[in-house]
């Protein structure tokens, strides 16, 4: 938005206005008149009209803003009273009753023509919470989903109402800031994230709020809704939450020497705690007596960089090298970061291998994987096999991990993913992404085609191999529904075509794109 203070300042002195005398009258400071006078902040976009109104001129005179829309003089409250008792029965007759509701809506007067809108709304989502509210902020009614979420009982009677006899202040003064902004603007606000009104931030959703227009093209109300998405957020921030946990899972060992000759740089090892006898499967005190030994256990392709690296005289000096466990053979990759205060020199040494840190957390993973998997299986990317299956395997595809590791990738692609969806998921595989979610049909134990859903890393080191990491789960249920959701939009979609509701309107209403509704 672009503000004209310039213009503000002289259209209040041609008034002959003192800041004082504007501030009371928008109901902010004097200071708040300053900041906008003088470029320091900017108004928001309500002020700005409430500005133009104490002034007595034309929003587009102090901004770039349009004028807004009028506001409808219909008591829209009575109109919805004449269908509100249906419109809360129970789900039984829904197609009977949305037949009665149109062919009923078709004799009301033309300036609530949009109320069958409205209506379809209400119909295709009765468990969502949602509420219709007057010009005056006042409400006309509201779902029992909006009921029980402000912990009122179904029959309590919202007509009339305000958001401060349901919210806390602060939730009430927000939800109502927003509505105000959203009937002045004339703008719907579309499927933003936010928390529920009333649930005092603890329940997350994704709304949508929209003006509705009468015949004359003035807002006769604002209609809100709220899909609960609050198991999703809580999902999302375990995994998050996992993530960060899996970050965070190093290990590290220290030391300390003192230069006895700085010119031949020998040095005298002084402390190292108990963790290099984990890495390199010797005890701490030979550390101690011979710190050259160290040597021993870097990598033979690696001891050249290293020599050169302790040849600087930068500090901290940092190194990333790998280093062998002369005992059991095991290859660490290691970040060596050595600082250096007088003749003092101590060092963190740091194991960044990606397999431990899999292995640290492989006990938070199961947990959370537990509640969200079905089956858990690795692949080897150059000997083409899988060398890892969790016994969820089974109930997924029939298979025992012993049956499924050694097979494939072909394997999998014709044996178990619908033939259909295999180039998909081939051409998906080719990309070099870090992470792949994909959506296909799948043949489970039974040998019925049901729909999955897996989440595939990218290469990643286990058991040192490079390896893609694939956890799979059965979204059939969740397919279902979303199909019978849009065949059920589409029938009403239909349906408000053939009564002549313009086809802008029903798509704002039923997020179908005006493409997809001439089709129809």
């Known amino acids: 938005m672009e503000f004209y203070k310039d213009k503000l300042v002289k259209i209040r002195k041609l008034r002959k206005l003192s800041m004082d005398k504007l501030a009371k009258e928008i109901d902010v400071t004097r200071h708040s008149i300053w900041y906008w006078e003088t470029g320091r902040k900017l108004p928001s976009e309500i002020r700005v009209r409430m500005l133009a109104e104490a002034l007595n001129i034309s929003v587009e005179e102090l901004s770039d803003l349009k004028p807004e829309i009028p506001m409808a003089k219909t008591d829209f409250t009575e109109i919805v009273k004449s269908w509100l008792t249906i419109a809360k029965t129970t789900d039984s007759n829904e197609e009977d009753r949305f037949n009665y509701f149109i062919k009923e809506l078709t004799n009301l007067r033309a300036d609530i023509n949009n109320a069958k809108t409205i209506i379809n709304v209400i119909l295709s989502s009765m468990q969502a919470v949602f509420y219709i509210k007057d010009t005056d902020m006042k409400y006309v009614t509201a779902s029992n989903a909006f009921l029980r979420n402000v912990a009122l009982p179904i029959k309590y009677n919202v007509i009339g109402r305000e958001d401060k006899d349901f919210f806390s202040i602060n939730e009430a003064n927000e939800n109502t800031k927003e509505d105000l902004e959203i009937l002045h603007s004339g703008k719907p606000l579309i499927s933003k994230e936010g928390f529920i009104p009333g649930s005092r931030k603890k329940k997350w959703c994704l709304y949508s709020k929209t003006p509705i227009l009468d015949s004359s093209g003035k807002i006769s109300c604002i209609i809100g809704l709220f899909y609960d998405i609050t198991e999703m957020k809580i999902a999302e921030e375990n995994r998050r939450t996992l993530e960060f946990a899996m970050n965070k899972v190093e290990d590290y060992w220290i030391w300390v020497s003192k230069f006895v000759d700085k010119k031949q740089q020998k040095l005298r090892r002084l402390f190292i705690n108990d963790a290099v006898t984990k890495f390199t499967g010797v005890m701490k005190e030979e550390f101690i007596k011979n710190p050259a030994i160290w040597t021993d256990f870097i990598h033979p392709d690696d001891i050249k960089y290293v020599n050169k690296a302790r040849q600087t005289k930068v500090f901290p000096r940092h190194m990333k090298y790998r280093f062998i466990n002369t005992k059991t053979g095991q290859i660490f990759w290691v970040h060596d970061i050595t600082y250096k205060s007088g003749e003092y020199l101590f060092g963190l040494v740091k194991d960044i291998t990606e397999l431990k840190k899999f292995y640290e957390a492989q006990e938070l993973i199961r947990f959370g994987i537990d509640q969200i998997a079905t089956a858990i299986i690795i692949y080897d990317v150059k000997a083409d096999e899988y060398i890892y299956a969790n016994d969820g395997i089974k109930n997924f595809v029939g298979y025992t991990p012993d049956q499924f ?45 049901k729909w999955a859903e897996s989440i595939i890393t990218s290469e990643e080191i286990f058991r040192d191999k490079l390896c893609n990491i694939t956890v799979s789960y059965d979204i059939t249920q969740r397919k279902i529904s979303e199909e019978k959701a849009k065949n059920k939009t589409v029938e009403i979609a239909k349906n408000l075509i053939s009564n002549g509701i313009p086809l802008d309107v029903i798509s704002k209403s039923t997020d179908i794109s005006l493409e997809d509704l001439k089709k129809y």
Request: aromatic content about 12%; proline content about 2%; overall charge positive.
């Open 405 to 449: 590791i050694g097979k494939s990738r072909d394997f999998w692609l014709n044996n178990i993913v619908h033939p259909n969806d295999r180039n998909m998921l081939i051409s998906n595989l080719k990309q070099n992404k870090k992470l792949i979610k994909l959506e296909y049909r799948y043949k489970n134990s039974n040998g019925e085609y």
